[in-house]
């Protein structure tokens, strides 16, 4: 059985982080900390071989890693409102919107908490099971 079918996802998250000892690791950090700060309910999630994923009735975002960005991925970002323009990436979808964070940014931690309130928002209430 594989490693990420037996460790929870926040291990394999903190172990990405480990992994990346640079200013990746510690920026995907410290964007984990800002989106686990903003709700208890929060699930952390491990998908598509290797990628943190947030979701709160469906995905928020995802926390990829590349040589040269960390990319925050918001799964609805399209449909939520950003007043501080955080997004700077994926911009012509329909539907997703992304954050590409570089060496040395500074993103507004408070406008980027709001974002993430706004997908929470946008995700809704769970979806109640049919009855059978």
């Known amino acids: 059985m594989s490693e990420s079918k037996t460790k929870p996802a926040s291990q394999l998250i903190e172990q990405r982080i480990r992994d990346l000892g640079d200013w990746r690791g510690e920026t995907l950090a410290r964007m984990r900390?800002?989106?686990?700060?903003v709700s208890p309910d929060?699930?952390?999630?491990?998908?598509w071989r290797g990628v943190p994923?947030?979701?709160?009735?469906?995905i928020i975002c995802t926390g990829e890693t590349?040589?040269?960005?960390?990319?925050?991925?918001?799964?609805?970002?399209?449909?939520?409102?950003d007043?501080?323009?955080?997004f700077n990436s994926s911009?012509?979808?329909?539907?997703r919107r992304a954050i590409d964070i570089h060496e040395?940014?500074?993103?507004?931690?408070?406008a980027f908490k709001a974002l993430v309130k706004a997908a929470i928002t946008?995700?809704?209430?769970?979806?109640?099971?049919?009855?059978?």
């Open 104 to 110: 040395g940014d500074n993103l507004d931690a408070k």
């Open 33 to 37: 900390a800002l989106i686990l700060d």
């Open 66 to 81: 590349y040589k040269k960005v960390v990319k925050l991925t918001f799964a609805q970002g399209a449909k939520i409102q």
């Open 91 to 95: 911009l012509e979808g329909n539907v």
């Open 53 to 58: 994923v947030w979701s709160h009735n469906g």
């Open 122 to 132: 946008h995700n809704g209430t769970p979806k109640a099971k049919p009855l059978k």
């Open 83 to 86: 007043p501080s323009k955080l």
């Open 42 to 47: 929060i699930t952390e999630e491990w998908k």
